[in-house]
């Protein structure tokens, strides 16, 4: 059964985005979904750290609108100089917190240990761990993806405990196809968002499992979002370059069902 609370869209903004064209493209989404009046939806705006709080404050008013960091400190406080932390995130608004994308797993290397500290520090602050797990293009080719996406899950997240657990998202993005234009076809991603809610049942339980967002990331744009939001186990998507055209993502925050 389709547990509707489950579904969510989320647009990284990655590294873009100067403080007035942040706000200008706020505003936009803002206006448009404001046109969706009835539509109950929650969406996640995650800009880079400098715009959490502005962006929050201009969003404060439509509450399906959480804004959200693309990284935080694997550590609490102190002599870490150019680290931001879950607290400070939270301090100025911030809802959501997404671990271990791809691009901090390949550019920043890391750790498993790090990914799990990160992601207990966000729900310390009760704020939402978006967690990225995914397969590179040479595990796919090699029929190791489950694998790979089982041994990230298993030696970081899976080490939360219940109660921890249920206040996380996965998002399942293969690297493959991370801004290439290349995405899943339906299949390769309802059998990975299967294999993914199995393993959080076979951890946490069937009820759990049932209630995990697992959103779908790597190209998903205004074309095949309705196709890869209407499989049973895709809750929704994190999107990264359609997040930065107000009308694309809106047509995206529309396909959810
Ligand atoms: C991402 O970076 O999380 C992402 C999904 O990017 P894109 O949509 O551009 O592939």
């Known amino acids: 059964m389709r547990n509707l609370d489950r579904k969510l869209v989320a647009g990284n903004w990655k590294m873009n985005l100067l403080r007035q064209d942040a706000q200008w493209l706020m505003a936009e989404i803002i206006g448009m979904l404001a046109d969706e009046e009835s539509r109950d939806v929650r969406v996640a705006i995650i800009p880079s750290f400098v715009h959490i709080g502005a962006l929050a404050q201009q969003a404060s008013a439509d509450k399906r609108f959480g804004i959200g960091a693309q990284n935080c400190s694997d550590k609490i406080s102190g ?3 150019g680290e931001v932390s879950a ?7 911030g809802k959501y917190i997404i671990i271990g994308h791809s691009e901090r797993r390949a550019y920043f290397n890391e750790s498993n240990e790090q990914l799990l500290n990160k992601t207990k520090l966000t729900l310390s602050e009760k704020l939402t761990p978006i967690f990225c797990c995914g397969e590179l293009l040479a595990d796919r080719n090699s029929e190791n993806y489950f694998e790979i996406v089982k041994q990230q899950l298993t030696n970081s ?10 206040n996380t998202v996965i998002a399942y993005e293969p690297v493959w196809a991370i801004g290439t234009g290349l995405t899943a076809s339906p299949d390769q991603a309802q059998e990975m968002h299967a294999f993914i809610r199995k393993l959080v049942a076979d951890k ?14 790597g190209s998903c744009n205004e074309k095949n979002a309705k ?18 055209k107000s009308r694309s993502f809106i047509e995206i925050i529309k396909a959810l069902p």
Not at 87 to 93: L, R
């Open 79 to 81: 002599a870490y100089t």
């Open 87 to 93: 607290s400070m995130i939270n301090s100025v608004g």
């Open 157 to 166: 997240l899976f080490e939360l405990s219940v109660d921890d657990f249920k």
């Open 204 to 217: 946490y339980g069937a009820d759990i499992a049932d209630q995990t967002t697992i959103l779908y990331g």
């Open 227 to 244: 196709e890869l939001f209407s499989l049973p186990d895709v809750d929704g998507g994190l999107i990264g370059g359609a997040a930065l």
